[in-house]
C-alpha cells in the first residue's frame, strides 16, 4: 500500500491490519490471545515511556509512593 493510498481511507494502518486479521475468520481463541498481544505490546510501550520520562525528571518509587498518597 502505497502512501497516497492510505491518505485516502479514513483507517489507520493499525486499523488496516486489523481488517486483515479479522478477514481470515478465525476462532475466538485466537481473536482473544491476538488482542491480549496488542495489548501487551501497547502496555508494554506506554511502561518504556513512562520510565524514560521518569529518568528524564528525576522521579523514583519515592515519588510515586508521594503521588499515591496524595502529596505533592
Do not use: C, H
Amino acid at each position: 500500500m502505497s502512501a497516497s493510498a492510505s491518505s485516502e481511507t479514513p483507517f489507520t494502518n493499525l486499523q488496516l491490519e486489523i481488517l486483515r486479521v479479522y478477514a481470515m475468520n478465525l476462532p475466538d481463541e485466537d481473536l482473544l490471545a491476538i488482542r491480549r498481544m496488542i495489548a501487551r505490546y501497547l502496555l508494554d510501550k506506554v511502561r518504556q515511556r513512562v520510565n524514560i520520562i521518569s529518568q528524564e525528571r528525576g522521579y523514583n518509587q519515592e515519588t510515586l509512593e508521594n503521588w499515591l498518597a496524595g502529596e505533592s
